[in-house]
Nanobody, 119 residues
Framework: QVQLVESGGGLVQPGGSLGLSCAAS????????MGWYRQAPGKQRELVAE???????NYADSMKGRFTISRDNAKNTVYLQMNSLKPEDTAVYYC?????????????WGQGTQVTVSS
């Protein structure tokens, strides 16, 4: 059994900052890529940012320069620091991990955390 538990969502004013974290636990042998996705009402889920186990990162164009993804491999945790937030960043943010568990390779999702950017 593997779980991804997210924390850190909430309400923030435009131009503000917010940090998210996601901790993976369970019968994990290796975590490969970790990432953050988001889904706004009426829209498809989209990539926000992803990071490899070696620390290489990839961002969606609209997040470059505002968002920073990082991870702590010892804690099986991925972070997302969001700055200069805009109302269009409002969405449910999901953590993702591609990993090798005791039962094989799998792609896991967190339960999602709401981020609302509004004055």
């Amino acid at each position: 059994q593997v779980q991804l538990v997210e924390s850190g969502g909430g309400l923030v004013q435009p131009g503000g900052s917010l940090g998210l974290s996601c901790a993976a636990s369970g019968s994990i042998r290796v975590i490969y890529d970790m990432g953050w996705y988001r889904q706004a009402p009426g829209k498809q889920r989209e990539l926000v940012a992803e990071i490899t186990s070696a620390g290489s990162t990839n961002y969606a164009d609209s997040m470059k320069g505002r968002f920073t993804i990082s991870r702590d491999n010892a804690k099986n945790t991925v972070y997302l620091q969001m700055n200069s937030l805009k109302p269009e960043d409002t969405a449910v943010y999901y953590c993702n991990a591609k990993l090798l568990a005791n039962f094989g390779r799998a792609n896991y999702w967190g339960q999602g955390t709401q981020v609302t950017v509004s004055s």
